[in-house]
Structures are given as C-alpha cells and as structure tokens.
C-alpha cells in the first residue's frame, strides 16, 4: 500500500549533505532523500548552483535503481515521490565508498601518472573511507576491517555487488551509446526482525558519481564537465536522461530555468520489484579467499 507524503509540510532534517538532504521518513524505518540543485567538486571547495541537476538525478537514479532490483541487487530505492524526492529505506551506511573503474581517469591518472582514457585490461575496486574534513582517502581492505568499518564477510557482499553492478551497468550504457568508465557505490546494513543482517546499495547512481563519456566521441557526460570548467553540465545530464528515454527529446531545462510542468508531468518511478523480493542474508560463514587480517 502506497504511503502519500505531504511535501508541504514541515519535516524533521536528519542530514544535510553537497547534493542531497535527508528527511524522517512518513514510517519507521523509511527516509525521504531530496536532491538539490548544488554542485560541488574537491571536497566542496569548488560550488555553484545548476538549475534541474537534482531532478535530473533523482530520475536518472531511481531508473537505474529499480534495473538493478530487477537482476537481484537490493537498492534502498522504494519509489520517487515528486519530481525531486525519493522514499528510501533507512540503512546504517557503512562509511566505506566502493569505486570500480573501467578506464582511466579522474584521481587514477594523477595518483599513477596514467594517461586518461587508458582502458583497463581488467575492472579495478577501489576502497575510500567516507569522511569529508579528511578528503576521503583512499584505504584497503585492512583498513576496513582493522577499524571495524565493516567485517570480511560484509565486505565481500559488497564487492560481489559491485561487480555484478557493473557488469549490468556497462551493458545497459553501451545499449544507449555511452561509456561507463567509472563509478562509486554505498552500502548500508538492514537488520531484519530477529537481528538477520542484510547488506542494501544506497544514495545514489546519477551523473554525479558516474563518469560516462560518448561512445564514439568520448564527449564527457557527468560531473566532470563542471570539475574541469567544461560548460554545459545540464544539457550533459539532459543527454544522459534521454537516452534512457527519462525526459523527452528537447529536455526539461530552457533558457536557464527548469520547466516545472514538463517535469512535474513525467510521473513517478516505483520500485515494485523491492516489495515482492526476498533479501539476502549476508552469510557469516567464511569467505570464499580467506583474508589475512
């Protein structure tokens, strides 16, 4: 049965981030998760506002959400709300970014000195602990579990996930023509009724945490426009959006300014797969390559 939120009405804030704010949700258990027009690079050294980037990502996020639903990867995404709001389940985030890559770019090229669009002959995981005022440094896997950020076993459900994410994630972008060089993914835990332990993708899978580049062009397509000053970061997203056949050919955003009631009309996405599947416990027994902590 469908909950209806009075988004007019006062709500209690739980988190205020660069992208997103954080709502109590209508129910135990549930959040309602806004996302904002801001954008920001380098650790939020780097702002600026761009009109219709959050519901860009909130409709690009939450189709992408349901597809991986619908190959068994269980996401917090329940359904979009309005044309900027999603209700999301309440997870305990683990403070871990998981960042798989595919070719390089970004950070990779200047830790390593590799050149950009290098494609890599096998896909990366990388690790990075989630803490701003720190730069979110990259660690490794004794780290994680040194710190008791999350356990082997928990971790290795993530990477499994992760893997799964984007061997789906490169099909479904190559089928739209576009490239999928990296992204980053959170997790976080959902604990059943007799303490059962089940590990959920959270935040978002949007432009803003994705790089994807034109297949034939190697046009940049994402966030990086506005990290390297490159113009036209909503008619970027706009193009994303469309080839997945979210918003009509022409886009949502005109002279500046988002088309309230062209957005307001596209309707809602839902995740109805969420409500009928069987969650995973994350098994405690050990992993299948014994790790050396």
């Not at 060089?181 to 007799?194: I, T």
Request: proline share 4%.
């Amino acid at each position: 049965m469908k909950t209806w939120i009075n988004t007019g009405a006062k709500r209690k804030v739980l988190y205020e981030g660069k992208a997103k704010t954080i709502y109590e949700g209508p129910e135990p258990g549930t959040l309602v998760q806004y996302f904002k027009d801001d954008a920001t690079a380098f650790n939020g050294e780097k702002r600026d506002l761009i009109a219709g980037k959050g519901v860009l990502n909130n409709r690009i996020s939450a189709h992408l959400m349901t597809k991986l639903e619908a190959i068994g990867i269980p996401t917090h995404f329940m359904r979009s709300l309005n044309m900027r709001e999603q209700l999301v389940r309440q997870l305990e985030i683990i403070p871990v970014e998981v960042v798989v890559r595919n070719i390089a770019a970004g950070s990779l090229c200047k830790r390593l000195g590799v050149k950009e669009g290098t494609i890599l002959t096998h896909p990366i995981v990388e690790f990075y602990y989630k803490k701003d005022e720190l730069g979110d440094p990259m660690v490794n896997e004794h780290h994680i579990v040194g710190f008791g950020w999350a356990d082997p076993y928990e971790l290795e459900e993530m990477v499994h996930m992760a893997w799964r994410v984007n061997d789906y994630l490169n099909g479904l972008f190559a089928g739209i023509g576009l490239r999928l060089v990296d992204f980053k993914l959170e997790f976080g835990r959902l604990y059943g009724e007799y303490g059962e332990l089940y590990i959920l993708l959270g935040d978002e899978i949007s432009p803003d945490n994705c790089r994807l580049w034109d297949a034939k062009t190697n046009e940049k397509l994402d966030k990086d426009r506005f990290r390297q000053d490159l113009g036209n970061v909503i008619e970027a997203y706009e193009q994303v959006a469309e080839r997945l056949g979210l918003i009509p050919k022409g886009g949502i955003v005109q002279g500046g300014s988002i088309n309230e009631q062209l957005a307001a009309s596209l309707g809602e996405i839902e995740n109805e797969v969420a409500e009928q599947r069987r969650l995973r416990e994350v098994n405690k027994t050990p992993p299948n390559k014994p790790r050396k902590v």
